[in-house]
């Protein structure tokens, strides 16, 4: 009996019944077309042989773990590409499943657990997906150019033992098309956090602290945050944050990384200029492992009230050399409170000035209304404008601040300065 190392790549079509029943002849004419032009190409590319086909599914065995999953990697961003513009009803998908194991060899076949289990992960990927296992996961990750997420074990059929699955993050269209513009507002990006600690039991608590600092970003209205799904297809990959600013259309990204000794825990994050690779903030949180959701909830919220200033202020320091005719309503907005955030009579003219300007020419921007209506009230009420009285306009100004978005807190907090003034205290503790 021959034995022999090798890795195994399994793959087969998905819905493949349905579409031979929709149209024999069609489908059976685009399978060969996506074999002969796409797969088999990529396989003898890589170095791989095919070890037989079986109607819509493959086997193929490889001398080189890296080269089954750059080989599978391929095949999917190629299917990609060819199926973009076809109904989803019609799409031809593969499954592709990846293991690394003896096998037994007879004549041009092989056999064994090692194929099996490859099998069985083909199982377990998504349509369009690749699947590998925990062994390809530790020897290729740092060696491609693709994320990894762990999904965990799983239990398949005729294996004794349970086998641990790890999903294959292929890159986004927009990493292969033309970077993506930038949006009005200030956009960014959130990064998986790296799990220094050397334990994959960790990668639950670094992934939950980067899910929960996405959401608590994405409740401050100044920011748009780009999405959980977005932003994970970078776990397990050295991306430089200026190839990442271009392929998600962002200016920002945080990162950061867990590292776990005994009960305690050290958490980094650090805050980057996307365009010029600058550091904004930078910071390290040690804590104790007590209760890991109140862990989770402490760094979330340590993290989301230190970007937020630092956003603004580096947006402000941004919008500086450009004329205030050339400025949206958001830069307009961030310049305007770098000039008052200096706490001088004459800065906070400035600032009311540029505030008014946003008014006018953006009417239906709710920042602008609501930070206006404060800068008023708090300008009278300190002394920088003595003969102002414009109280009935700030008042006017919060609430159509409140009209145009209910949640921005500076309109509340504006609302509440009314109230204030007014000896309404009730009606000023509830805004």
Known sequence: MERRLAAILSADVVGYSRLMEADEASTLAKLNSHREELVHRAIAEHHGRIVKL??????VEFGSVVDAVECAVEIQQGMNKRNAKVPENQRMEFRIGINVGDVIVEGEDIYGDGVNVASRLEGLADPGGICVARNVFNQVKNKVDVGFEDMGEHRVKNITEPVRAYRVQLARPSAIGPPLALPDKPSIAVLPF?????????????DGIAED??????????????????TFVYKGRSVDVKQIGRELGVRYVLEGSVRKAGNRVRI???????????????????????????????????????????????????????S?????????????????????????????RMLRSAVQRYPN??????????????????????????????????????????EDPWAHLALGYVAFTRRQTDESIKE
């Open 194 to 206: 790296d799990n220094m600690s050397g334990d994959p039991e960790q990668e639950y608590l670094c």
């Open 268 to 322: 980094t994050a650090q805050l980057v200029d996307a365009m010029s690779g600058a550091h904004h903030w930078a910071q390290t949180f040690d804590r104790e492992l007590a209760d890991i959701f109140e862990l989770q909830d402490d760094i979330t919220q340590s993290v989301a009230s230190a970007i937020e200033p630092k956003l603004v202020a580096a947006e402000g320091a941004r919008s500086q050399s450009r």
């Open 365 to 406: 921007y709710g920042p602008a209304h609501s930070l206006l209506a404060f800068a008023l009230m708090v300008s009278d009420h300190v002394g920088w404008a003595p003969e102002s009285d414009e109280y009935g306009y700030a008042a006017e100004l919060a609430r159509r601040a409140a009209q145009l978005d209910n």
């Open 213 to 230: 600092i996405i959401t608590a970003l994405s409740r401050l209205h100044w920011f748009l945050v780009i999405a959980r799904n977005s």
């Open 324 to 352: 205030p005719q050339d400025l949206s309503a958001w830069d307009l907005v961030t310049r305007a409170m770098t000039h008052y955030g200096r706490m001088t009579t004459s800065e906070s003219e400035i600032a009311i």
């Open 54 to 59: 079986m109607g819509d599914g493959e086997l």
